[in-house]
Nanobody, 121 residues
Framework: QVQLVESGGGLVQAGGSLRLSCAAS?????MGWFLQAPGKEREFVAG????????YYSDSVKGRFTISRDNAQNTVYLQMNRLKCEDTDVYYC?????????????????WGQGTQVTVSS
């Protein structure tokens, strides 16, 4: 099982930007970012293929967030721009052994500890 360590969360004003990072041990996997509000299911935010050539986004972040990866560093990034108050949540990095990008939590095998993103008005 791959180990995932997230960083980069914090407090930012609405309209601002944050970049989340996720360092992975081991070989390259399909990677994804999810968010989870208290008492709710984890929701897909963005996913990226093993090579980085394919990316997928939820409708709520499309055009504002960008997922990317550096396979030499085994690191995945989530650049979050034009942040809104409703983006406030805990964000989780996840790794999947699948060959295609998946958008549901059961398709992912390993999870990071989560990083809090808080957007203030």
């Amino acid at each position: 099982q791959v180990q995932l360590v997230e960083s980069g969360g914090g407090l930012v004003q609405a309209g601002g930007s944050l970049r989340l990072s996720c360092a992975a041990s081991g070989r390259t996997f399909v990677m994804g970012w999810f968010l989870q509000a208290p008492g709710k299911e984890r929701e897909f935010v963005a996913g990226i293929s093993r090579s980085g050539s394919s990316t997928y986004y939820s409708d709520s972040v499309k055009g504002r967030f960008t997922i990317s990866r550096d396979n030499a560093q085994n690191t995945v990034y989530l650049q979050m721009n034009r942040l809104k108050c409703e983006d406030t949540d805990v964000y989780y990095c996840a790794a999947s052994k699948r060959w295609a990008v998946a958008t549901t939590p059961p398709d992912y095998d390993s999870w990071g500890q989560g990083t809090q993103v808080t957007v203030s008005s």
